[in-house]
């Protein structure tokens, strides 16, 4: 009986405590729940540069190599505006692997095991595993855009992330401005 009571009390405890932060995470944001229903963007600094992260190694990346790398186009179906849009950049796969984070029979462990945040100057940020972003692993095609529809990317940025394989926009990344390859051992 006592441990029933006790078990009982654990679990008040913690949905008391759940119910607590949700209320706060509920209440906190509802200005930007009304722009989120426009899709409207909170104002954030244009992003000009790419810092990459592997293994603790940052490399800042500009637009100009960027282009210079072999590039992907892909179009996908913009769920927030109901339009098809045709973006070109590089794959991620192929990004990491150019800096550090090779896909091969002496990484399949590594990248099984790892995961990277994506992140934009407006602090929006989204977690991918790597297998996720490996074109060997992965049907998707994640990129990181420098242009749409052969034009400037604007008011998104100098860089974009975008995801071919999700069917809503939520992971993409606007002003996209660090990439960070993390080990979850």
Known sequence: ???????????GLCLGTMSAV?????TAPKAEMGAMAGHDHAT???????????DGKAT???????????????T???????????YSGVLLGELLARYGFPVDKTTQRKMLRSYLVAEGTDK????????EVEGSEHNGEVIVA???????????????LIDSGDKKPQRWVRNLNTITVKSAE
């Open 1 to 11: 009986m006592k441990t029933a009571a006790s078990l009982f009390c654990v679990m």
């Open 22 to 26: 949700g209320v706060h995470a509920q």
């Open 44 to 54: 954030a600094p244009p992003s000009t540069s790419l810092t990459l992260t592997v």
């Open 60 to 74: 800042m990346l500009s637009v100009a190599e960027l282009q210079a790398m072999p590039q992907k186009t892909v």
């Open 76 to 86: 996908v179906h913009n769920e927030h505006s109901k339009t098809d849009e045709t």
């Open 124 to 131: 929006y940020w989204v977690l991918y595993s790597v297998t």
């Open 146 to 160: 420098t242009s749409m529809g052969g034009k400037p990317l604007g008011a998104d940025g100098r860089f974009k």
